[in-house]
C-alpha cells in the first residue's frame, strides 16, 4: 500500500463521508471512490459499508483505521526526526502533559543540565493524551506519559513513578465527607458526570458529562457542581477550597513512564532516559 492510499482511506473513515473526505483532501469526489474501491479489490477485502444514507466501518476498516494512523504517524515521525537530525549536538524535544508530573520535570531539567555535554532540552507542554501523539508523529523526542491513560504501545519506557487516584467533588457534596468511594460509587454519581475527554481525532464520545479539554476547565465545572473527575493524586496541588476530594482506592495507579521510539540512537534521549531513572 502507498502512503497517498493510507491518507484517502483514514480521511473517508474518520469522515464517514466521501463528499467531506475530498473537500478535506481538497480533490475530486469520483477518483478518491474509485481509490478506495482500488484499495478494496487489492487488499480482498470489504473496508466500507456504503448505502444511499450513509456509509460505516467494516471490521476489516476499522483494523486498517487504526493501523494507517500508526503507519502514516511513523512516516511523519521519520520526516521531521531526519530534519532534526542535523548539526554535531542537536537539542532533544521534550513533550509533558501540562500540570503533571511538574515536580518530577523540574527535577529532571536540572539534573539533566548538570551532566557534562548535556543537549538543549525543547519542552513541549500540552494538554492531556497530546504527549503520546507528538512522539508518535516525531515532533517530540522523548516523552513523560501516564499509563493508563496514555498507550505506550510500540515505545520503550521506563516506569518513574506510581500514584494512587483520588476524585474531586464540589465543596459540599454529600460524599464529600465519605473516608473513601469505589469506581462503581463514582460512576453512579448522575448529578455529577464523568467528563468527556477529547478523542484522538478530536471528537468527543458520546456521554451526560461536559466535554473538557483541559483540567483548568475541568477543575472549574467540578466547583460548578457540573462533574466530578477521577484523577491522580499528584494533582490534589492544583485544586482550591472549593473542591473536596476522597480517595478510590479501586482505581487503577497511574505510573509515569519516560518513553521513546525504539529505533532511536540519540545520545542525548538516552542519557535524559537515564537521568530520570536515576531519579
Known sequence: METRELRYFVA????????????????????????????????????????????????????????????????????RRTRRATGDQPGVVLAAKAGASRELLSKLLDAYAAEPGSAAVEVMLCGPGEPEGLLRTGRADVALLHRPYDTTAGFDTEDLHAEQQI????????????????????????????????????????????????????????????ACAVVPESLRDRLRDDHAIVPVPDAPTVTTVIAWPPHSRSKAVADLVRTATRL
Open 12 to 79: 473517508v473513515a474518520e469522515e464517514l463521508h466521501f463528499g467531506r473526505a475530498a473537500q478535506r483532501l481538497a480533490m475530486a469526489q469520483p477518483p478518491l471512490s474509485r481509490a478506495i474501491q482500488q484499495l478494496e479489490r487489492r487488499l480482498g477485502v470489504v473496508l466500507l459499508h456504503r448505502t444511499p444514507r450513509a456509509i460505516s466501518l467494516t471490521e476489516a476498516g476499522s483494523v486498517l483505521l487504526r493501523e494507517a494512523r500508526t503507519a502514516l504517524d511513523a512516516v511523519e515521525a521519520a520526516e
Open 167 to 226: 476524585v474531586v467533588l464540589p465543596k459540599g457534596h454529600p460524599l464529600a465527607d465519605r473516608a473513601y468511594l469505589s469506581l462503581a460509587e463514582v460512576n453512579a454519581q448522575t448529578d455529577l458526570p464523568l467528563p468527556r475527554w477529547p478523542e484522538r481525532d478530536g471528537s468527543h464520545p458520546d456521554g451526560p458529562g461536559p466535554q473538557v479539554r483541559d483540567h483548568t476547565q475541568l477543575f472549574q465545572l467540578i466547583a460548578l457542581g457540573l
